[in-house]
């Protein structure tokens, strides 16, 4: 008796195990898709209208690297001067002016959030998504706009 239960007990365990949905790896399609139709139709509420934060997002060729198991997922992205992507494409660019870093969970909780918007800036908040300027000139002004946004963010000023 004891030996028909253990039996069964192990059937059942085998069986949610291989019956449980597994969860998807994100695709470069998916990652494209999140930033054109979550990203682009947002980015003003996402990239704050303050001329200097506007300008590091805006124009520029930003290198995406969304981090995930085994290989990430690299993406070029082309702004126009006010921060939508204009071209976006799977690789690296070839002369990046911007890298934006974040991995696969991060954006599958965007992707999944009932606000994305939100989500976005929480993450860019936490540093769930960082961001770095490729370049003398860049660097600085990535810097300078990180700390006019620490203080915007903590004088309620956006």
Same mark, same amino acid.
């Given at each position: 008796?004891?030996?028909?239960?253990?039996?069964?007990?192990? @059937?059942?365990?085998?069986?949610?195990?291989?019956?449980?949905?597994?969860?998807?790896?994100?695709?470069?399609?998916?990652? +494209?898709?999140?930033?054109?139709?979550?990203? *682009?139709?947002?980015?003003?509420? +996402? @990239?704050?209208?303050?001329?200097?934060?506007?300008? $590091?997002?805006? !124009?520029?060729?930003?290198? +995406?690297?969304?981090?995930?198991?085994?290989?990430?997922?690299?993406?070029?992205? $082309?702004? !126009?001067?006010?921060?939508?992507?204009?071209?976006?494409?799977?690789?690296?660019?070839?002369?990046?002016?911007?890298?934006?870093?974040? *991995?696969?969970?991060?954006?599958?909780? @965007?992707?999944?959030?009932?606000?994305? $918007?939100?989500?976005?800036?929480?993450?860019?908040?936490? !540093?769930?998504?960082?961001?770095?300027?490729? !370049?003398?000139?860049?660097?600085?002004?990535?810097? +300078?706009?990180?700390?006019?946004?620490?203080?915007?963010?903590?004088?309620?000023?956006?």
């Amino acid at each position: 008796m004891v030996r028909i239960v253990w039996t069964s007990m192990l @059937i059942i365990l085998l069986m949610s195990f291989f019956c449980a949905p597994v969860a998807s790896e994100l695709t470069d399609d998916e990652v +494209i898709h999140f930033f054109l139709n979550i990203y *682009n139709p947002h980015v003003n509420e +996402i @990239i704050p209208e303050i001329p200097l934060i506007e300008s $590091v997002f805006g !124009g520029q060729v930003i290198h +995406i690297i969304i981090e995930k198991p085994g290989e990430n997922i690299e993406l070029s992205a $082309v702004t !126009g001067p006010d921060g939508y992507i204009t071209e976006l494409e799977s690789g690296e660019p070839e002369n990046p002016t911007l890298r934006l870093i974040s *991995n696969e969970s991060v954006v599958q909780r @965007i992707r999944n959030s009932d606000d994305p $918007v939100a989500e976005t800036n929480e993450a860019l908040i936490n !540093g769930d998504i960082s961001y770095e300027g490729v !370049g003398i000139k860049q660097e600085i002004s990535v810097t +300078i706009v990180k700390v006019v946004h620490f203080f915007a963010e903590l004088f309620n000023v956006i």
